[in-house]
T-cell receptor, first 114, second 115 residues
Framework: QQQVKQSPQSLIVQKGGISIINCAYENTAFDYFPWYQQFPGKGPALLIAIRPDVSEKKEGRFTISFNKSAKQFSLHIMDSQPGDSATYFCAAQFRGAGSYQLTFGKGTKLSVIP | DTGVSQDPRHKITKRGQNVTFRCDPISEHNRLYWYRQTLGQGPEFLTYFQNEAQLEKSRLLSDRFSAERPKGSFSTLEIQRTEQGDSAMYLC?????????????FGQGTRLTVV
């Protein structure tokens, strides 16, 4: 059972365009939703995160939109740059108790072309 | 603080051999996690330590896998009798426990290839 579904699998965007990646989750116990960026040969690095009590969070060119009723959230990368080319993972976490383990989506490979 | 360190970065082994990986977390991080990432997939949780205690294990962690964190600092992950299906990137992450909980910081991983 895949608890976090991510789409699209790959995305090609022109420089300066907007990249949009979508995720949906099933477990309503999740209460924290981070996005990770991973470059080849590197471990995932936290990009931005949101809690379900807000509908949007913006940090620089990166924005998370969150729809609690639909159990969906998305990452928007404004003014996409070639340096943004990487694999992006959405994740979900339950922070009430326990291990705080992350449940990841399958990833989106973003290519930003000049 | 140099981040989470994993060693080795790459390991090629023959099927049936045992392998051991090491993870050094960020100092003072009392939570340590192991994840496995196969090609084209997101990381999957394997196990978690709080200090030296292994508190949770995923069903992905078969009997051939064992993890330790003997003094609550570095951790090792051993795979016995490796199989080709064990080929993956093994990621370690660390964080601080609540209420000062921090995000999970990942190491660069150990890429295992079983031939």
């Amino acid at each position: 059972q895949q608890q976090v579904k991510q789409s699209p699998q790959s995305l090609i965007v022109q420089k300066g365009g907007i990249s949009i990646i979508n995720c949906a989750y099933e477990n309503t116990a999740f209460d924290y939703f981070p996005w990770y960026q991973q470059f080849p040969g590197k471990g995932p690095a936290l990009l931005i995160a949101i809690r379900p009590d807000v509908s949007e969070k913006k940090e620089g060119r990166f924005t998370i939109s969150f729809n609690k009723s639909a159990k969906q959230f998305s990452l928007h990368i404004m003014d996409s740059q070639p340096g943004d080319s990487a694999t992006y993972f959405c994740a979900a976490q339950f922070r009430g108790a326990g291990s705080y383990q992350l449940t990841f989506g399958k990833g989106t490979k973003l290519s930003v072309i000049p | 603080d140099t981040g989470v360190s994993q060693d080795p970065r790459h390991k090629i082994t023959k099927r049936g051999q045992n392998v051991t990986f090491r993870c050094d977390p960020i100092s003072e991080h009392n939570r340590l996690y192991w994840y496995r990432q196969t090609l084209g997939q997101g990381p999957e949780f394997l196990t978690y330590f709080q200090n030296e205690a292994q508190l949770e294990k995923s069903r992905l962690l078969s009997d051939r896998f064992s993890a330790e964190r003997p003094k609550g600092s570095f951790s090792t992950l051993e795979i016995q009798r490796t199989e080709q299906g064990d080929s993956a990137m093994y990621l370690c992450a660390s964080s601080l426990r609540a209420p000062k909980h921090t995000e999970a910081f990942f190491g660069q991983g150990t890429r295992l290839t079983v031939v």
